[in-house]
Nanobody, 123 residues
Framework: QVQPVESGGGSVQAGDSLRLSCVVR????????VGWFRQAPGKEREFVAA????????LYGDSVSGRFAILSLNAKNTVLLQMDRLKPEDTAIYYC????????????????WGQGTQVTVSA
């Protein structure tokens, strides 16, 4: 069974950095994309970034472009999300999703999801 597992969340100050990790346990040969989405209280789920396992395809949400970087560690079934220059509006639960095709920001296209990891950024 495919199961993404997130880690690395925490509480930081504005301007700080955090690195989230998503390990896709039980990954199959059909797996193609890993994406990060986030959801803040009272807000809709928002696309953050996505990457293909080969690293050839990447996509970023407008609100994080230039501050966040997504990296595929293909041999380790792991995707990292490096978050720099964090802002209070980045506060949310961050979820990792896995898909068997390139979905980018298309949320319904992801087949498996992790439980999420909390990121809190204080002003």
């Amino acid at each position: 069974q495919v199961q993404p597992v997130e880690s690395g969340g925490g509480s930081v100050q504005a301007g700080d950095s955090l690195r989230l990790s998503c390990v896709v346990r039980g990954r199959t040969r059909d797996s193609y994309t890993v994406g990060w989405f986030r959801q803040a209280p009272g807000k809709e789920r928002e696309f953050v970034a996505a990457v293909s396992w080969t690293g050839e395809q990447t996509l970023y949400g407008d609100s994080v472009s230039g501050r966040f970087a997504i990296l595929s560690l293909n041999a380790k079934n792991t995707v990292l999300l490096q978050m720099d220059r964090l802002k209070p509006e980045d506060t949310a639960i961050y979820y990792c999703g896995e898909a068997i095709q390139w979905n980018g920001m298309y949320y319904p296209g992801y087949q498996h999801w992790g439980q999420g990891t909390q990121v809190t950024v204080s002003a």
